[in-house]
């Protein structure tokens, strides 16, 4: 993963807004009663054949308009101690799982959990369509198109190297993606903007997706809201 300190990390506590879009629609902070996130590639340690998928969970007041089954949930996060102005960042891509309705100090809420694109690919797909043997690359392509999804620029240079694969029996879209990813020495993830992403050595976690757990993860952070501002201790 990408060489942070203890040190580095801390430097990115702060004082953060938090935006969600659901469905289309944005909802900010205090709407938002609480978020977080979870991917579990983020810990600081390497492993090979992992197909990681990220999670969400967040609590928003509850609106009036209805979601559609398996709705966008699109987290951004920007930091206002340091820089007021600054752009918001998208903080990942994930599709509604389940929705609850609750109820706290008169308040209606919904609580919703999701799970990113990784999840779509979890069906199979026979033999992709493909003649056999494949090249990596046109596999992994086809698997994120059926699925809906796009493959990370990057990922797609390490993959564009000639290695085949026989064709693969009565295994799904993401066991293929594990298989493969153990043939490069690393595993399958989805960036911050929803693509799939091949993490190893010669494509390592950047700092931001590392800090995106830093932010929004109840592993590496306690998130407090205060006044409608999030703060990371």
Known sequence: MADLSTEELMAYDGEYEVRLKIGGNTFEMPVIRSISTANQLCDLKFEIGKTAC?????????PSVNFER?????????????????????RGVYYIDTRVTEIDGGYDLLHVT?????????????????TYPAKTLNVVKKIAELSGLEVEAQTQ???NDGQTIP???????????GFVAIMYGGSFMMDR?????????ANLLTKDEIITERILSNRYAVPIEV???????
């Open 54 to 62: 990220g999670q969400i969970d967040a609590v928003i007041e509850k």
């Open 114 to 130: 999701g799970f990113d694109g990784m999840l779509k690919t979890s069906r199979d797909y026979g033999n992709l369509g493909l």
């Open 193 to 201: 903007f929803g693509r799939l992403k091949l993490v190893n050595m």
């Open 227 to 233: 006044g409608g501002v999030l703060i990371v201790v």
């Open 167 to 177: 064709e693969p029996e009565y295994y799904t879209g993401r066991e293929i993606l």
């Open 157 to 159: 240079n390490i993959l």
């Open 70 to 90: 398996m709705a966008q949930i699109i987290p951004y996060t920007k930091r206002i101690d340091c820089d007021p102005e600054g752009e918001w960042q998208q």
